[in-house]
Nanobody
Framework: QAQFVESGGGLVQPGGSLRLSCIASEFTLSSLTIGWFRQAPGKEREGVSCISSSGNINYADSVKGRFTISRDNAKNTVYLQLNSLKPEDTAIYYC?????????????WGRGTQVTVSS
């Protein structure tokens, strides 16, 4: 089944950094708008950031200035750099195709990667 595969999560202290990777399996992502999403325990999934095929980017207000999305089409990969992490960033992070205007996710959902921010 075609889907994204996320990796790079882990346990990090507040103020720390992580880089998440999202690789497309069985399809090419170069023409797609791809985004990162997260779901914390007991909360609904929320859009974090999306990047279009031309490089347009949108971020949720909660992560602006701390997270950076990027893509490497040659590697069929989208990245999310997480800096200045806070305990409230703890969640499972997923990638999927998305709307850059609404940060809504659509398809090719992966299984996610766990990010835990704790001292």
């Amino acid at each position: 089944q075609a889907q994204f595969v996320e990796s790079g999560g882990g346990l990090v202290q507040p103020g720390g950094s992580l880089r998440l990777s999202c690789i497309a399996s069985e399809f090419t992502l170069s023409s797609l708008t791809i985004g990162w999403f997260r779901q914390a325990p007991g909360k609904e999934r929320e859009g974090v950031s999306c990047i279009s095929s031309s490089g347009n980017i949108n971020y949720a207000d909660s992560v602006k200035g701390r997270f950076t999305i990027s893509r490497d089409n040659a590697k069929n990969t989208v990245y999310l750099q997480l800096n200045s992490l806070k305990p409230e960033d703890t969640a499972i992070y997923y990638c999927a195709t998305c709307s850059i205007l609404t940060l809504r996710g659509y398809s090719y959902w992966g299984r996610g990667t766990q990010v835990t921010v704790s001292s």
